[in-house]
């Protein structure tokens, strides 16, 4: 049987300070039930009103931290995901001030999404294929003292990399006796760049093997997917919109700025649905990067979401 990780068992920071809610044996199976990122601040019922009273010091939760056997600096954690059980709901948000638009939309947007069978239906028509992972995995950090638990690091953390699905191995570094495993952040779907700044964000069962390795030696995470990458969107042709210029941040502002521009025109969306769609769904990627003095950043929309 797994040892078994509850809701309640959580720390708001990285910390290596922080004591172990359990020590495990290299190799074992552990099953954690994770709040969503909002520490259950947001429930299926809540509105938009209530992102005023969202408590940003308890975001994005980390469950843990595990302690595992014979872990020393130096080694490598390597972490098999074997499951992650969405629950039947997620929510998807604007929050003011916070997102890779931020200032372009300064008012609180929420949509409650029910996940109940392979793809959600974010808005009236759109069909977003589930993808489950965490979007934080990570041990404790090489430095001392507290670290927030928004950014992520070598150590991993809040990397919101959506290719981390069941049957991935991940491998950490280890800086901290015992490793200090943790995780939270559960997305149901999620596009590269999670660019609204959440993801399809729900609560979320998961199952991980984790195991020492004293024959690895990384500097940073590294992994490994089970197969060909983003499967369940790669099912029909694409919509791409580029953003060309001497900065990549400026670049993918504005690869996505065409891209909210396109869903508005071809598909009738309103601005701040497609913001939040461009966030759970399209995916952003740097296409070039070697002619100066300007870099391409690409949006990618997959069409087989409509209909």
Not at 88 to 97: E, K, L, Q, V
Request: aromatic share 8%; charged share 20%; with cysteine.
């Amino acid at each position: 049987m797994s040892v078994h990780i509850g809701r309640d068992q959580y720390a708001l920071a990285w910390d290596r300070a922080t004591p172990p809610v359990v020590m495990v044996a290299s190799g074992e199976v552990i099953e954690v039930d994770a709040l969503d990122a909002s520490c259950g601040q947001i429930t299926a019922d809540s509105n938009v009103a209530d992102l005023a009273n969202l408590d940003f010091e308890r975001v994005d939760q980390v469950h843990g931290p595990i302690a595992i056997a014979g872990a020393e600096p130096g080694d490598t954690l390597q972490v098999d995901l074997l499951d992650f059980q969405p629950g039947n709901w997620g929510w998807t948000a604007a929050i003011p001030g916070f997102g890779l638009l931020a200032d372009e939309f300064p008012d609180p947007a929420l949509r409650i999404t029910r996940l109940d069978g392979p793809r959600a239906e974010f808005l009236p028509g759109v069909r977003v294929p589930l993808a489950p992972f965490c979007g934080v995995l990570g041990v404790a950090p090489p430095k001392p003292g507290p670290h927030s638990t928004i950014p992520p690091d070598v150590f991993g953390g809040n990397m919101d990399t959506r290719h981390l699905t069941a049957g991935t191995t991940l491998f950490l570094p280890v800086f901290a006796p015992g490793a200090l495993f943790s995780l939270g952040d559960g997305h149901a779907a999620q596009g590269d760049g999670e660019v609204c700044g959440t993801a399809i964000e729900t609560p979320m069962r998961v199952e991980v093997r984790l195991t020492v390795r004293k024959d690895l030696h990384l500097t940073g995470p590294e992994f490994q997917t089970a197969g060909p990458l983003a499967t369940s969107t790669n099912t029909g042709p694409w919509y791409a919109t580029d953003g060309i210029g001497a900065d990549l941040m400026e670049a993918a502002r504005d690869a996505v700025r065409r891209m909210i521009d396109y869903l508005g025109r071809v598909h009738g969306l309103a601005a701040v649905d497609a913001y939040l769609l461009c966030s759970i769904a399209c995916d952003l990627k740097i296409s070039e990067i070697v002619d100066v003095p300007n870099w391409i950043v690409t949006a990618y929309c997959p069409l087989a979401i409509f209909g």
